[in-house]
């Protein structure tokens, strides 16, 4: 408040000096003195005065806005959509506001959007049109006058036509706007149309009009109002006086234009600033500099005061007349108020609007900027104008020179540049880029391409070509991105681009052309192109360099034959891989990242051409290593795509590999082996694990010391673990040395780190515990989340035991190596240990000893509680005046509050509450609540809200929100319903989730909820209603929900395991969550069992949508069909809505069994249950594919064929896709079954005019690459009519060679020559035999040929073009 | 490759403690060169990811740096003045985003298995 005060303060002691800035002093006129500000035209227009009045008036709308908006909700709160358009109305009120107070001007965009944007808002209030009308004047001093007033009629009509009502204010806002812009118009035509509006004019209309001849010169016309003013009895004020010293001089008449003062003083109005500036300006704008000095040392010596925006009005007057010389003398007088810069500023950018820019850099110049610190650019708006405003090349050169000398801008030329290629002002920025190159500075390729962008959008080709012969010019050389991402696009095909370039001297002799080419052909997909290219190239290309351009370009076609070629090509051929790496690496890196680049959909869409893929390169023999393959491998699990892994295995080179065998089979090999003196490690390190997996120390151990010689790390490593797992720290610690002499430097994994010291610990061998975290950290291991989570739990466990002295060595140990952060958490048991002992006074001190070292309180809460409890008076008396002298008094209540909360004693927890001063402390109260809520102190967290009712700034409805949360816990919906009667005796407004909750709880509890429920617009993460009150641990659940949302499905799963064990029961929403999680990484049978866990402890326990979805899913693809659907019928019965996908592969799996029972047992589940976006069609598809896999194609074809032909059909037949049954027959080679559905597509086609059938099948067989057949069926009579339906189909080579031949059959020139033209139009390359045909159709029809008949027979080209179909070049 | 591979996992897998640093008010003359030039001063950088649009032809001036060490993005982001093409960029430490994603740590024993 005290910040508040102080400006008015300032103000108030200040009274009504002559140095108030201008607005206010005629606020601090006296009543009598109407405003006149406004009256004037140039003189004292806007950029130099008044901001504070506009401003004013900015703020008393956007108030008057805001109460509206108050009214607004608190009658209607869920009227979202109007709150919104009146939101963003105020926003771009409030942007306006802000830029007249920062700058004092406002752009042209930014009122353009506020004007939009009150349009949209549909009724504008006449405020919000004044707002706007007043805006169009002096405040763009960027925009030139004509502009503005363009402007400002374009707003009065739009508004008029939305149904705003003008009154006489819009009337005067208007006339302010014509005399700012210096727009010539007619006075008695305006108030013509005043009349026609009928309103009535007033004083201020009087004296702007007058202002209005005066700017002209009128002073009859002047005069005539003036009259009519004093027999209306107006109060003639200074203003009008004003213009009519303007008006005189603008007349010629500078002697009547000084008269005009004197008359002013007989009848009784002193002459002031505004007059004297009239006057001022007059002389100005006849170049009469010694009247106008005169005139100032006339003011100076009166008691007036003329304000530097006084005189920058001057300096425009001089410079508008033609005096630009004269400008000097005026900023010598200029005396740099604080406000200064903003209105120079102002003043700059209107003199280059009009053109004078010269004049605006001398301003510029003269700015008192800061020059020292070399970084500071002063004059960048100054710069963009002149480039906005088209100033010449040279002199903006000549301008960025001065700026520099002067040292106000480091980068003027780069800076002018960059606005000249925003507002792709192409010529300005080829000048300026010279101009750069000249100075010294570089010129890099990144500088055109703005230039090349805007050409782009044209595809303006030959300004492309001169950009690119500019760049040359400034020997800057395009490289690759230049040409794919800014040359290349604007061309049809990359061959025109090369001959372009070349006629046009602009091919580059670097490669960047070249490569540039390969990359944006390969990134379009067209993979032949790629393929020819790399088998001709002669450039220096790696394969890594062109992973990427390939990567898109293959997921663009989906071509497996030229993925497979350009594999092979960049595999084999030693151009691509000469790196060290090689090609095995090479390939199996592309491989990984071609798949993870794909989505999963992607990939599960594609699975078969990758397999496809996958099984070619074997044939290819092509191979990658097995590291790769395990990333693949993951990659595919996660995309739930594993059936894939099969086939990405083939191609890893792998060493060979024992299957599995039992520990006694291979001791009795280990014994055989020893026997015959041959090696024995590998066996040896296979029985060690296997006896590991078996948990059989004592067997491990004996076999261990039995083949000591033969032993290696690993092993070691996998021993330790097994004798920390038995508790036996003495054989782990003897491996552990045994180990380390064997190799010093080899490094275990962090968990076996942390077994160690947890059995060194629990054993007493500190000392070597310790050492085994120092080795930790010499070995840099790795630490994670659940590291840090295992430190806590071996000291809590030293704590619990009591051992004192092991939980603080091994704490500092960890704390002082810095393997984790003395957080509050670790350092619990600290304290634990002596809290578990009773020992207060230790468990204190350990607590201060704590906060010195690390600062950190750990269990303060817990021990204040059991010195409440024990009172323990002159211990709590230390702890708190150790809280208050190191954390404040405020930290030190809060703690004994919560303490005497906790402990029951509201009477004293009521008292501190009334200590003076305090007030609410958010996360404080927050924290406290959480902790009743889970740990369920009901009684605790009512007395709390109840205690805090008058605590100062406290949040009330977030306390009444926690309350109702713990409600809802405990479905304890009668203290629920309290809570809203209390909340309105409170007079406390809920917020909507508050509301939400408590509709929530009342109907899970089947109550009536007396209030409408705000309406959810998102899923509300937090929805658990069937979860009842159970011994929940808080801590190891809260672990499970952060493991899980950081997707760490092992650590989630581990603490679940342990929680298990420890008989902690989880909420339904957390099992729900890890279930899915689990199921979402591919762990089923982890799944299951949490799954199994949940319906154990919580009766009824379900899982949601989701997680049933992804059951269901993992179900599929484990092939436990039957169990998939019961969890279908399961999630159908709950209501919920399983994923379409789901389903789909669900129903896709019985099809592929030929269980047609299970498809129409689904049909009928899932029928009402529309949400799903099933298909008719996905039954139609899988019945028919199921009863084929049964052998009874022919029922399937004639129940097809019925739906299709009889009279009431479901399903439109346009609509009636059979692609997926098409594609899984000829897929599987069901030979039978792919004839007879060819005959049934073709009969439907030819007797029923069913064209969809056959468009598929033929679709499928091209994507299937049976080109032969689909051909076939091409040929076939349907072919017209499929050319009519699908036009496109003519651009497939096999369907326009065989279109024509049909048409050479039939005799059909028209028909024929149709196609020609079409594909000539679509600028298609057509084969000879294609040509050759037609020719001989024209030339037996007696027609002439447009091209030159290929000179070879028929069987030449037909060969040719099957040769060229099976070997692709 | 191997090696690149395995350190592409390990990136992925110290995604929220790797070390990126955010660099702002990059001038519009810079491109990624001037930035791999500048950096390096402060330790190896792997990663300079400078996005154009491709609308306008320009970036926009926000640029990613990636360390190989925790050290160097300490040693850069507490470095007072950084001028490039004569202009100073802001620069700061990536805020950690939460991977999306398998779990981390079991990606990376996967592929060390």
């Known amino acids: 408040m005290a910040a508040l005060l102080r400006p008015a303060r300032w103000l108030l002691a200040a009274g009504v000096p002559p140095r108030l800035p201008l607005s206010l002093r005629f606020l601090a006129a006296g009543p009598g003195r109407p405003r006149v500000v406004s009256c004037l035209p140039a003189a004292r227009a806007r950029p130099f005065a008044g901001e504070l009045l506009n401003q004013a008036r900015l703020y008393a709308i956007a108030a008057e806005r805001k109460n509206d908006l108050e009214e607004n909700s608190s009658h209607r709160r869920n009227a979202s959509f109007p709150r919104r358009d009146t939101d963003q109305f105020s926003w771009a009120l409030m942007r306006l506001d802000t830029s007249v107070r920062r700058t004092g001007r406002i752009t042209k965009g930014l009122l353009q959007k506020v004007f939009e944007s009150t349009c949209h808002s549909g009724n504008p209030s006449g405020n919000q049109a004044l707002l706007l009308l007043r805006s169009c004047g002096s405040l763009l001093p960027e925009i030139s006058f004509k502009e503005r007033t363009d402007f400002v009629h374009k707003i009065w009509d739009r508004l008029q036509e939305l149904g705003t009502v003008y009154d006489v204010s819009h009337y005067n806002a208007l006339l302010k706007v014509y005399l700012q812009n210096k727009y010539k118009f007619s006075p008695t035509d305006f108030l013509a149309k005043m009349e026609e509006a009928n309103i009535q004019p007033n004083r201020v209309t009087y004296q702007r009009l007058i202002a209005a001849y005066c700017n002209v010169g009128d002073i009859e016309g002047a005069s005539k109002i003036l009259e009519f003013m004093k027999n209306k009895d107006l109060p003639v004020t200074e203003g009008v006086f004003s213009a009519l010293v303007t008006g005189h001089a603008t007349a010629g008449d500078m002697e009547n234009a000084e008269n005009i003062l004197t008359v002013m003083r007989e009848t009784g109005i002193e002459p002031g600033p505004d007059t004297y500036l009239a006057l001022l300006n007059a002389y100005a704008e006849k170049g009469d500099i010694d009247h106008v000095k005169q005139t100032l040392e006339k003011v100076q010596k009166s008691d007036l005061y003329l304000m530097d925006r006084d005189l920058l009005q001057l300096i425009f007057s001089f410079s508008k007349a033609g005096y630009p010389q004269y400008v000097s003398e005026v900023l010598e007088k200029i005396t740099y108020e604080r406000r200064y810069i903003p209105d120079a500023m102002n003043l700059i950018l209107l003199l280059v609007t009009e053109k004078l820019e010269d004049t605006a850099l001398q301003v510029l110049l003269a700015c008192p900027v800061s020059r020292e610190g070399s970084l500071t650019n002063f004059g960048n708006f100054f710069l963009r104008h002149c480039v906005t405003m088209n100033t010449p090349a040279e002199k903006l050169i000549d301008y960025c020179k001065k700026l520099k000398d002067a040292q106000m801008h480091t980068t003027p030329l780069q800076f002018t540049l960059h606005c000249a290629l925003q507002g792709s002002k192409t010529d300005l920025a080829k000048t300026l880029i010279k101009a750069l190159k000249e100075e010294g500075f570089p010129v890099r390729t990144h500088y055109f391409w703005p230039l090349l962008v805007g050409h782009q959008k044209e595809r303006n080709v030959q300004g492309i070509i001169d950009i690119l012969k500019a760049m040359r010019e400034v020997g800057v050389e395009p490289d690759q991105e230049t040409y794919v991402n800014y040359v290349l696009p604007s061309f049809d095909n990359v061959e025109s681009v090369r001959v372009l370039l070349q006629e046009n001297e602009c091919l580059p002799e670097s490669t960047s052309f070249g490569i540039a080419e390969l990359r944006s052909e390969a990134v379009k997909g067209n993979l032949d192109f790629v393929l020819s290219f790399l088998k001709s190239n002669t450039l220096p290309l790696s394969f890594n360099s062109l992973r990427k351009s390939l990567i898109l370009g293959f997921r663009r076609s989906m071509n497996i034959h030229l993925w497979s070629k350009i594999t092979e090509l960049l595999y084999k051929d030693g151009r691509y891989c000469q790196e060290p790496p090689g090609p095995r690496e090479a390939v199996g890196y592309f491989l990984y990242n071609l798949i993870g680049s794909m989505s999963d959909s992607e990939v599960q869409a594609n699975e078969e051409h990758l397999r496809q893929y996958f099984h070619q390169l074997k044939e290819m023999n092509i191979k990658i290593y097995e590291n790769i393959y395990r990333g693949i491998r993951n990659l595919l699990d996660s995309y739930h795509v594993p059936e894939l892994i099969k086939d990405v295995n083939i191609l890893v080179e792998r060493e060979k590999r024992d299957s599995q065998k039992t520990s006694s089979d291979l001791e009795a090999t280990l014994e055989k082996l020893k026997d015959n003196n041959q090696p024995i490690g590998d066996v040896l390190k296979q029985l060690i694990l296997t006896l590991c997996s078996e948990e059989n120390m004592q067997k491990a151990l004996e076999v261990k010391t039995k083949y000591e010689s033969d032993m290696v790390v690993s092993s070691y490593a996998a021993l330790i673990n097994l004798c920390c797992r038995h508790d036996n720290a003495e054989d782990a610690l003897n491996l552990k040395q045994e180990f380390e002499r064997l190799d010093s430097s080899a490094v275990l994994h962090t968990n076996k780190y942390v077994g160690l010291v947890k059995v060194l610990g629990k054993h007493g061998k500190l000392q070597d515990a310790i050492n085994i975290l120092k080795e930790m950290k010499e070995k840099n291991v790795p630490i994670q989340d659940a590291t840090l989570l295992s430190f806590f739990h071996i000291l809590n466990g030293a704590a619990l035991r009591g051992e004192i002295e092991t939980v603080k060595q091994l704490h500092e140990a960890i704390v002082t190596l810095g393997l984790a952060k003395p957080s509050t958490n670790i350092s619990f048991p600290l304290v634990t240990v002596h809290l578990e002992k009773g020992d207060l006074l230790a468990a204190l001190e350990a607590m201060i000893v704590c906060y010195k070292k690390y600062k950190i309180l750990p269990r303060m809460h817990d021990v204040l509680c059991k010195l409440v409890e024990k009172g323990e008076t002159d211990l709590i008396q230390k702890a708190m005046d150790f809280v208050s002298q190191e954390q404040g008094e405020m930290t030190m209540l809060y703690d004994i509050f919560f303490a005497f909360l906790q402990t029951g004693n509201y009477k004293e927890a009521k008292k501190i509450m009334e200590t003076p001063g305090i007030r609410a402390r958010p996360t404080k109260l927050q924290w406290f609540c959480d902790r009743c809520i889970t740990n369920n102190k009901r009684e605790a967290l009512e007395k709390l809200v109840e205690l805090t009712q008058n605590l100062f700034e406290c949040d009330r409805d977030q306390l009444y929100y926690s309350l109702l949360k713990l409600y809802k816990k405990n479905g304890d919906w009668q203290r629920a319903d309290a809570i809203w009667n209390k909340m309105q005796e409170e007079n406390i407004i809920p917020r909507e989730k508050t509301l939400r909750l408590l509709a929530d709880i009342l109907k899970d509890n089947n109550q009536e909820v007396p209030f409408d429920v705000p309406e959810l617009w998102y899923d509300d993460d937090e929805h658990s209603p069937n979860s009842s009150p159970r011994p929940v641990d808080p801590l190891t659940e809260k672990a499970v929900l952060n493991a899980c949302q950081q997707r760490k499905n092992r650590d989630a799963y581990n603490i679940f395991l342990r929680a298990q064990r420890q008989n902690i029961i989880f909420s339904s929403d957390t099992y729900r969550t890890l279930t899915q999680l689990l199921l979402l990484t591919d762990n089923f049978t982890q799944a299951i069992e949490v799954k199994m866990a949940a319906e154990t402890h919580i009766k009824g326990f379900t899982l949601n949508d989701a997680a049933n979805s992804f059951l269901i899913i993992a179900q599929v693809r484990r092939d436990y069909l039957k169990e998939a659907l019961t969890t279908l019928k399961t999630a159908l019965d709950l209501d919920q809505t399983p994923s379409k996908l789901s389903v789909t592969r669900l129903i896709q799996a019985f099809a592929s069994k030929g269980d047609v029972q299970s498809v129409e047992a689904i049909q009928k589940m899932v029928s009402g249950h529309d949400s799903i976006g099933l298909s008719g069609m996905i039954f139609i598809n899988n019945i028919a594919l199921a009863q084929i896999k049964n052998n009874n194609i022919d029922v399937a074809i004639e129940n097809i064929e019925n739906m299709l032909t009889s009279g009431n059909q479901t399903i439109e037949s346009r609509y009636f896709g059979l692609s997926y049954l098409f594609r899984k027959a000829i897929e599987e080679q069901i030979e039978p079954a792919v004839e007879k559905l060819s005959i049934m597509a073709e009969r439907l086609a030819n007797q029923f005019a069913v064209y969809k059938p056959v468009t598929d099948l033929f679709l499928q067989l091209v994507q299937l690459g049976k080109v032969d057949d689909a051909r076939a069926l091409l040929q076939a009579p349907v072919l017209n009519s499929l050319l009519e339906l699908i036009p496109e189909l003519r651009e497939k080579e096999e369907a326009y060679t065989s279109a024509m031949k049909t048409y050479v059959l039939d005799n059909d020139v028209p028909s024929a020559k149709m196609l020609y033209k079409y594909l000539t139009a679509k600028n298609m390359k057509m084969n000879d035999l294609f040509l050759k045909r037609y020719a001989l159709l024209l030339k037996n029809a007696g027609e002439p040929v447009p091209f030159i008949e290929p000179p070879e027979s028929f069987e030449f080209y037909s060969k040719q073009l099957k040769e060229s179909k099976e070997n692709p070049s | ?113």
């Open chain 2, 1 to 113: 490759m191997a090696a690149s591979v395995v350190r592409g996992a390990l990136a992925l897998c110290t995604n929220f403690t790797r070390q990126v640093a955010f660099v702002q008010k990059i001038p519009w003359t810079a491109t990624a060169d001037e930035l791999r030039k500048h950096f390096p001063h402060f330790g190896h950088i792997t990663k300079c990811i400078l996005p154009f649009d491709k609308e306008t032809g320009l970036h926009k001036g926000m640029c990613w740096i990636y360390f190989s060490s925790e050290e160097a993005l300490q040693n850069a982001v507490q470095h007072e003045n950084h001028v490039v093409d004569g202009v100073k960029v802001h620069i700061q430490v990536q805020k950690p985003k939460i991977l999306q994603g398998d779990q981390t740590s079991d990606e990376r024993e996967r592929f060390l298995r």
